[in-house]
Structure formats: structure tokens, C-alpha cells
């Protein structure tokens, strides 16, 4: 059978261009006078263009394709083989596809539909605290004069986060306002001390897939009248094989740590966070406030961090129903601004000594200790496979201090609030 060569129309319509050689040699064919000046005979001339097109020829290698390194014969013999592989492939259930991930389910919902009330709480969550996390952002950024520095960040098991820091502002020493979206599996031993405060994880399973997003923010004001502040709220949840919900629970909170303390500062903090927790249960707040006191705790130091706010964990089914419980974080993650922003912008200009920077030194230490020794939220994201350690720390002051034995001086404002962090007040 002879070649196939493709027509003039053929080439035009795929937009092939014709080879290059053809246009500086048509005169060749027509003017003789060309091949005397030149002293080129018209044969040696033809002779040139078939050389050229051999070597330039950008089609050469479709019109004559090289020969099959498989015989027509020993192919025929391999049909049957293969049919066989082929065969054994699609009917051997342990080469089946695993049914996909919670991470690919949500990524596949994201972009066919976006994120709607109907989505999954998982999505829900992920786009109020990115929504969030802006909206705070854009308002220190005015408080400070400096922008924040924007840190993207990709999990291979699924999800992400974007960490937003603040170094050595006008304002703010350090500051930190970050989100975390992270998909993965909890092994056995993490389910079976979940499930201490969730009966409806199933401790006979091997591993479960888990869903976990938050917001997390510290402050740390450069000025010592100015207190440095911390808010904290996640959602959490774990799936079966199959990608069905099998246990979900919120926590979070904020408090407020000076190390000067002002009256009024803590109690206008206090009673914006009551205000939010009062929209949904009157009992939310005196609960959630003894919580905080006695989590952000310095056990060995015999002292509370700060001057408390509310904390809470493992809030599920048994308390509210999902949507109460979302709209009550919700509401208090919306409340953070209005509880801040006046305190920290009456105090970040007010006059300061070296004395009164040297005793913020040492209750940043305070906090550090705090943050190593007892939080959960750090030990837990220091133990997930893959977290990222720079996201986890950025809760901690840019400098701090440790002195041996000090205390301080008799009626001063440092032995005030050392009275209050070892008997926590109430505010409102």
C-alpha cells in the first residue's frame, strides 16, 4: 500500500506551515538566467531542493513513520496476554481505586459549587475564618502603619494555611493572626484518648480520617501598658472510610494578659465577651470564664497567665446542635475587635521606663512557659505528622526574660497584679 501524503488542504487545515524552502527556490524553475550568473546548472540546482527537503522536512517523520521494533507476528501472539492482564486488572477488587478522601471530596466541592450554606460544615468553617482573618488584619494594619507579612502554606495530605506576621512594628513587637485548614489520619492510640470526650468515635478502627481548621492569633504590644492578647477558635471532625462524619466538636476562647494592669481594660474585655456569650446561653459565660482561668494556668508557678476571658473544648451534640454551637463561635470570634481595639489604642502611646520594659520581659517569660509547658493547641500541633513549626511558635513574644528570684517591690503595680493572677478576679 502506498504512503499516505497529506494534501495542500490537509496541511492548511492544521494549520502547519509550509516548508520553508519552497519560496526561496521557485524562481529557479522559471528564470534561467539565474543558473548563468550563478553558474549553477538547473540539475544540480533540483539536486540542492531534494537535499533540503530530506533534511528540513518537518513532516518527514509522520509521512514515513519508522518501522515497528514488534513484528506484526509477535504482537498477535501478545494479544491474548494482555486480554489476560487486562481481565485479571479490572476484576481483582484489591487493584480498585480507594473510595477518595475527605480533602478530595471538599477540593471537588469547592470548585463545582463554592461554598454555600448547604456545604459541609468543614467548608463553612474554613471560608468564616478566612473571612475573619482579613477583616482583623486590615484593622491592626491601621492601628500599627505597618502591613503584615502573608505566608502561604500547602499540606501534601490536604489543605493549608495562611500565616499573617507582623515583626517589629510601630505598635506591635510581634504579631501574628493565622488560619489552618489540615486534613490527615488520627492513629489508633489519638482516637482511643479522643475518646475520653467523644463516645462516638469507634475505637476498634486502625486509624480515621480527621478534619481540623482554626483561627489563632497572639498580640504582643511593644508598649508595657498595652496587654498582649490571644483568641483562639477551631472546629474539628473525624470521618470513616466511607467519608461519613462519625464525630465533630468546637473550642476555642481568648483572654487578655498586661503586664500593667488597668480595671478597665479588664472589664471592658470581659464584658464584650459576656455580651457575645449571652446572644446564645446566660450560662455560657460564668462557665466558659472559670474554664479559662484554670486552663491558661502556670500550675507550677501558682499563677494564671493573665487576667482570663472565656475558654472552652469539645464542644458537640451533647451540648447544642451544630449550627447553635457554629453560630455561637461565630459570635465570638465577632466580638474580638470591639473588645480590643479601644484598650490597645489608648494604650500604645502612653509614656514608658526601662524598669517597666524589664518587668514586660519577665512576664513574657511567663507566657512562654505557659505556652511549652501546659497548652494543648501547641503539643498537639508539634505531634501531627507534617505540621508546620513556624505556624505553631508564632504564638511566642520576639523577646523574653528570665531572672533568678525576683520579686517585686512591696505596694508597687508588679505585686498588684500578681495578686490578681494568683486569685483570679471576677470582672463583670
Not at 506591635?172 to 486534613?183: D, H, L, P, R
Amino acid at each position: 500500500m502506498p504512503t499516505l501524503r497529506p494534501s495542500g488542504a490537509l496541511l492548511r487545515a492544521s494549520k502547519l506551515p509550509s516548508p520553508s524552502f519552497f519560496t526561496p527556490y521557485r524562481p529557479l524553475l522559471h528564470d534561467n538566467s539565474f543558473f548563468t550568473a550563478r553558474r549553477i546548472s538547473p540539475q544540480r540546482a533540483f539536486s540542492n531542493v531534494s537535499r533540503l527537503r530530506e533534511k528540513k522536512d518537518p513532516l518527514k517523520e509522520w509521512r514515513e513513520p519508522p518501522p515497528s521494533k514488534w513484528p506484526n507476528r509477535i504482537r498477535l501472539l501478545m494479544l491474548p496476554f494482555i486480554g489476560a492482564m487486562i481481565y485479571s486488572m479490572v476484576t481483582d477488587k484489591s487493584l480498585h481505586a480507594a473510595p477518595p478522601s475527605i480533602a478530595e471530596k471538599d477540593s471537588l466541592l469547592k470548585r463545582e459549587s463554592g461554598i454555600t450554606e448547604n456545604s459541609p460544615m468543614r467548608l463553612r468553617m474554613e471560608a468564616f475564618i478566612k473571612q475573619h482573618q482579613k477583616k482583623i488584619v486590615q484593622e491592626l494594619e491601621k492601628v500599627d502603619g505597618k502591613r503584615f507579612i502573608v505566608d502561604s502554606w500547602q499540606r501534601p495530605e490536604g489543605g493549608g494555611g495562611i500565616s499573617c506576621v507582623l515583626q517589629d512594628g510601630n505598635v506591635f513587637e510581634k504579631a501574628g493572626v493565622n488560619i489552618s485548614v489540615v486534613y490527615g489520619r488520627l492513629p489508633k492510640p489519638a482516637i482511643a484518648k479522643m475518646r475520653a470526650n467523644h463516645k462516638a468515635l469507634d475505637p476498634d478502627v486502625e486509624s480515621l480520617e480527621f478534619f481540623a481548621s482554626g483561627l489563632s492569633m497572639v498580640l504582643h504590644p511593644k508598649n508595657p501598658n498595652a496587654p498582649t492578647v490571644h483568641l483562639n477558635y477551631r472546629y474539628f471532625e473525624t470521618a470513616d472510610d466511607d467519608g461519613k462524619t462519625n464525630a465533630w466538636w468546637y473550642g476555642g476562647g481568648c483572654d487578655l494578659t498586661p503586664s500593667y494592669l488597668y480595671d478597665e481594660d479588664a472589664i471592658h474585655f470581659h464584658s464584650t465577651i459576656k455580651e457575645a456569650c449571652d446572644k446564645h446561653d446566660k450560662d455560657y459565660y460564668p462557665k466558659f470564664k472559670k474554664w479559662c482561668d484554670e486552663y491558661f494556668n502556670n500550675k507550677h508557678r501558682g499563677e494564671t497567665r493573665g487576667v482570663g476571658g472565656i475558654f472552652f473544648d469539645d464542644l458537640d451534640e451533647t451540648e447544642k446542635d451544630q449550627e447553635q454551637l457554629f453560630s455561637f463561635v461565630q459570635s465570638c470570634l465577632g466580638a474580638f475587635l470591639p473588645s480590643y481595639l479601644p484598650i490597645i489604642n489608648r494604650r500604645k502611646d502612653m509614656p514608658f521606663t526601662e524598669q517597666q520594659k524589664q518587668w514586660q520581659q519577665l512576664r513574657r517569660g511567663r507566657y512562654v512557659e505557659f505556652n511549652l509547658v501546659h497548652d494543648r493547641g501547641t503539643a498537639f500541633g508539634l505531634n501531627t505528622p507534617g505540621s508546620r513549626v513556624e505556624s505553631i511558635l508564632m504564638s511566642l513574644p520576639l523577646t523574653a526574660r528570665w531572672q533568678y528570684m525576683h520579686e517585686p517591690e512591696k505596694g508597687s503595680r508588679e505585686e498588684r497584679l500578681l495578686d490578681v493572677l494568683k486569685n483570679p478576679k471576677d470582672w463583670v
